[in-house]
């Protein structure tokens, strides 16, 4: 079965470290979106990924990188770790399709706490 | 931009019973999608149900339905005979046509007593 997974699940890291979050879907999906959840402020946009080599900030992408090689993998780098990026990270994917329904399916999370 | 209301951070129902989830949308896109996903304790997203702008007949999907009143920028879902299993957060999201992303509301918390 077509799946998206992300590791680690679970992160503890220090103020200033960088940080690598592993996203991989096997829907052979186009499209790619990285979400950071926090409690009041539902999930929020970090960054997307329509293609290979194409990538978009989100609302939220100050701190944040990413890069997409291939099809399957979107990797989130935090460039130097703040607390105010512990938080749950989210990726999904969806299809790239023209019509208003396109659901996104969301890998399991990460838990991230920068100390 | 978009933006999405969810206005009850919190509700309670009583097994058996219907709770209604209030969702609010802006929007200047006349093609556009709605989604609600539930979050239950175990932290994953699961996608409930979908409704098109331009759909005529209010979605349902199980125990699942959303009230789409277009003119008042709302798409309520409504759980019928809630189960102790539906406790969990719910988010309201929502796509242009002219795009891929979704905007994401608070989400409402809902739990379900015996």
């Known amino acids: 079965d077509a799946e998206i997974t992300q590791s680690p699940r679970h992160k503890i890291t220090e103020t200033g470290r960088q940080v690598t979050l592993a996203c991989h879907q096997t829907?052979?999906?186009?499209?790619m979106f990285w979400y950071r959840q926090d409690l009041g402020h539902g999930l929020r946009l970090i960054h997307y990924?329509?293609?290979?080599?194409?990538?978009n900030k989100g609302e939220v992408s100050d701190g944040y990188s990413v890069s997409r090689s291939n099809t399957e993998d979107l990797p989130l780098t935090l460039e130097s770790a703040a607390s105010s990026q512990t938080s749950v990270y989210f990726c999904?994917?969806?299809?790239?399709?023209?019509?208003?329904?396109?659901?996104?399916?969301f890998g399991p999370g990460t838990r991230l706490t920068v100390l | 931009a978009q933006k999405i209301t969810q206005t009850q951070p919190g509700m309670f129902v009583q097994e058996k019973e219907a709770v209604t989830l209030d969702c609010t949308y802006d929007?200047?896109?006349?093609?556009?999608?709605l989604f609600w996903y539930k979050q239950p304790s175990s932290g994953e997203m699961i996608f409930l149900i979908y409704?098109?702008?331009?759909?005529?007949q209010n979605a349902t999907e199980g125990r699942y339905s959303l009230n789409f009143q277009k003119a008042r920028k709302s798409a309520n879902l409504v759980i019928s005979a809630s189960q102790l299993g539906d406790s969990a957060m719910y988010f309201c999201?929502?796509?242009?046509?002219?795009?891929?992303?979704?905007?994401f509301g608070a989400g409402t918390t809902v739990t379900v007593r015996a």
């Open positions: 999904a994917s969806s299809e790239a399709r023209g019509s208003s329904y396109n659901e996104q399916f």
């Open positions: 829907w052979n999906h186009n499209n």
């Open positions: 990924s329509y293609g290979v080599h194409d990538t």
């Open positions: 929007t200047s896109d006349p093609s556009y999608g």
């Open positions: 409704q098109g702008s331009y759909d005529q």
């Open positions: 999201a929502m796509r242009d046509v002219s795009d891929y992303k979704l905007s």
